[in-house]
């Protein structure tokens, strides 16, 4: 057939090269992860985006003690100030709505 033929390794590396460099400069863009958590043992745990201080505004409301958020799935998990597992960890809830993240600082805080 005149018109198609195989796609060489060298044109799928530069097609995911490209992509990569693109998905960077997304990432350097001031939005917020679409999920974060604050826990360091979860996948979603981002540290440079914590040091930017991410804000939470769930069903239009500022939100404080949030441990994780999920835009795309749009849900929080909140802390309950004064519950504790058996662990010593914060107990959380899960809450579904709205999920608005937004950074308060303009750079990440100088150490």
Do not use: C
């Amino acid at each position: 057939m005149p018109g198609r033929g195989r796609v060489s390794s060298l044109e799928i590396n530069s097609t995911l090269q490209s992509t990569k460099a693109i998905m960077s400069e997304e990432q350097s863009t001031d939005v917020p992860p679409k999920h974060l958590s604050i826990d360091p043992r979860s996948d979603f745990y981002n540290e440079e985006a914590l040091l930017r201080d991410v804000g939470i505004r769930f069903n239009g409301v500022e939100t404080t003690h949030v441990h994780e958020y999920d835009v795309d799935e749009g849900w929080v998990r909140v802390e309950i100030p004064t519950a504790k597992d058996r662990r010593g960890n914060p107990m959380v809830i899960k809450r579904s709505g709205t999920v608005e993240p937004y950074f308060r600082s303009a750079e990440p805080a100088a150490e």
